[in-house]
């Protein structure tokens, strides 16, 4: 679908055409590149959907490719290219060409306004644009980072074990560290554009400080949920292996307390087995004290052993 918005100027052609293209055909953007005059390879990278953001100058047209958040996207996407859809923008003093496979909340409100504004030089209607375009970019991150660190909340209370939290599971905390360090990816490499763009025009106006306010405060948030991430990660990890090490140790008394009770016993066994057989030549067997005898002998295997593992500190804990 494409709309074409001619915006009236005070300069000596009297007006500005922003040209929108959603969703085009192969065709209509070779038609396109013909009306507009667009080289080849810009055209190319237009055509490719999973482009990261960039700026190039190509001849008179400046080109520029940035990427806004997708809301449809599902809670498993994870990629650049997943969590995000491209627009491409080709642009002079006396035109703006943007192109992209879904539309966008913000371009289409931009639509609405700029189909209804009146004169403007022409100074200041690229420059406008080009504000609009990239701040709504940069906004579209707001949203999806604010519920992020929600999430990352919620996990932190699951690693802990808070009334009331869900069971923790390593995948989720697994998919918000890769939205994480997409947002962060995504982000910086918008804001090593701006510049570049900026040095497009004539005169900068003041109002794009405001979009490198708006890129540090992303970053720095996109930089927090990131690094709390890994540090929650780490943290579940540690935990697990202390869990691990106390199961360990705790098995570790259970064999050390029967590995001590069958060193005790299994003399005893012995002795008593001996005795046991009742074979007629066993000299004991006919003895009066062969009973205490044997007894007593037991006794003195249980006292040795006690002592022996006492002297080497095995009975202590």
């Known amino acids: 679908m494409q709309r074409r918005t001619k915006i009236s100027t005070a300069a000596a052609n009297g007006e500005f055409l922003w040209v929108d293209v959603v969703s085009p055909t192969v065709e209509e953007v070779t038609a396109l590149a ?52 491209k627009i491409a923008v080709f642009y002079t003093p006396h035109f703006l060409l943007t192109v992209h496979r879904t539309d966008q909340g913000f371009v289409e409100n931009m639509r609405e306004k700029w189909g209804a504004v009146g004169a403007r030089s022409e100074g200041e209607v690229l420059p406008a644009l080009l504000y609009e375009i990239l701040l709504g970019t940069l906004v579209s991150y707001e949203a999806p980072i604010d519920a992020a660190l929600n999430d990352l ?3 932190e209370m699951s690693v802990f074990g808070t009334r009331g939290s869900q069971p923790f599971h390593i995948e989720n905390g697994y998919y ?22 900026a040095a497009t025009m004539d005169k900068v106006p003041t109002k794009y400080q405001d979009l490198k306010d708006e890129v540090d405060s992303l970053i720095f948030y996109a930089d927090e949920l990131l690094d709390n991430v890994n540090t929650l990660l780490n943290l579940h990890i540690s935990l697990a292996s202390q869990k691990l090490n ?31 057989m009742n074979f ?17 002998l037991m006794a003195v295997i249980v006292i040795a052993i006690y002592v022996y593992f006492n002297r080497k500190g095995w009975l202590r804990r």
């Open 280 to 296: 007629k030549h066993i000299p004991e067997l006919e003895w009066v004290a062969g009973y205490p005898m044997a007894l007593g």
């Open 176 to 197: 918000l560290r890769r939205r994480a360090a997409a947002f962060k990816r995504i982000i910086r490499m918008t804001f090593d554009v701006l510049p570049k763009v």
């Open 246 to 276: 106390e199961a360990t140790y705790s098995t570790g008394e259970v064999v050390r307390v029967l590995t001590v009770f069958s060193v005790f016993v299994l003399p005893l066994n012995l002795v008593t087995g001996i005795y046991g």
């Open 153 to 155: 909340e919620k996990l």
């Open 34 to 85: 013909e009306e507009f005059r667009l080289h080849p390879t810009s055209v190319q990278d237009c055509l490719d959907p999973e482009h990261l953001p960039k700026y190039e100058k190509i001849g008179e047209i400046n080109f520029l490719i940035v990427r806004t958040f997708d809301e449809h996207c599902g809670e498993e996407c994870d990629e650049v290219q997943e969590l995000t859809r």
